[in-house]
């Protein structure tokens, strides 16, 4: 066994996997990175929203491609841009983020309770079609709507 087959050692096709046709999705993958729109809703216990949209602000500072944040005293939704060769990895990274970033920006102790990833054109294609969801400046950061603050 190669080292390439290392990881998937723990595949069995007794199982009913086909280790050539996994191998065969893996050479097929785009080497260069792209760019994810990613979108995470986090929640948990209410706290004090101006400390939270603070929280939001640091974040900004330490994740530089965020595109928005909305906030209320127990849920959050920031939007931002990953670069990622493929959806597995941006989304292996917008699961971590919160975490990664909680304790240096001074996010609540909330875990996700939502995401969605879409490629750049996915992205600009809803952008054209919907008003709502129109960013008025990046990085911003405001009172989520409907919510309860």
Same mark, same amino acid.
């Not at 609540?108 to 600009?124: I, N, Q, S």
């Given at each position: 066994?190669?080292?390439? /087959?290392? /990881?998937?050692? !723990?595949?069995?096709?007794l199982r009913g996997i086909d280790l050539n046709q996994i191998r065969r999705r893996?050479?097929? =993958?785009?080497?260069?990175?792209?760019?994810?729109?990613?979108?995470?809703?986090?929640?948990? #216990? =209410?706290?004090?929203? @101006?400390?939270? =949209?603070?929280?939001?602000?640091?974040?900004?500072? @330490?994740?530089?491609?965020?595109?928005?944040?909305?906030?209320?005293?127990? =849920?959050?939704?920031?939007?931002?841009?990953?670069?990622?060769? /493929?959806?597995?990895?941006?989304?292996?990274?917008?699961?971590?983020?919160?975490?990664?970033?909680?304790?240096?920006?001074?996010?609540?102790?909330?875990?996700?309770?939502?995401?969605?990833?879409? /490629? #750049?054109? !996915?992205?600009?294609? #809803?952008?054209?079609?919907?008003?709502?969801? !129109?960013?008025?400046?990046?990085?911003?950061? #405001?009172?989520?709507?409907?919510?309860?603050?």
């Amino acid at each position: 066994m190669t080292t390439d /087959d290392d /990881d998937l050692a !723990t595949l069995t096709p007794l199982r009913g996997i086909d280790l050539n046709q996994i191998r065969r999705r893996r050479s097929h =993958r785009a080497q260069e990175p792209a760019l994810w729109f990613v979108t995470i809703t986090v929640s948990g #216990r =209410r706290m004090d929203a @101006e400390q939270v =949209r603070q929280s939001l602000e640091r974040l900004g500072e @330490e994740q530089p491609f965020l595109v928005s944040a909305s906030y209320a005293s127990s =849920r959050a939704e920031v939007k931002y841009w990953d670069e990622s060769v /493929d959806i597995e990895g941006a989304v292996a990274q917008a699961l971590r983020l919160w975490r990664d970033h909680e304790s240096s920006a001074g996010l609540p102790p909330w875990t996700v309770v939502g995401m969605e990833v879409v /490629d #750049r054109d !996915t992205a600009r294609r #809803r952008w054209s079609q919907d008003v709502n969801l !129109t960013v008025f400046g990046l990085g911003e950061i #405001r009172p989520m709507e409907g919510v309860e603050s």
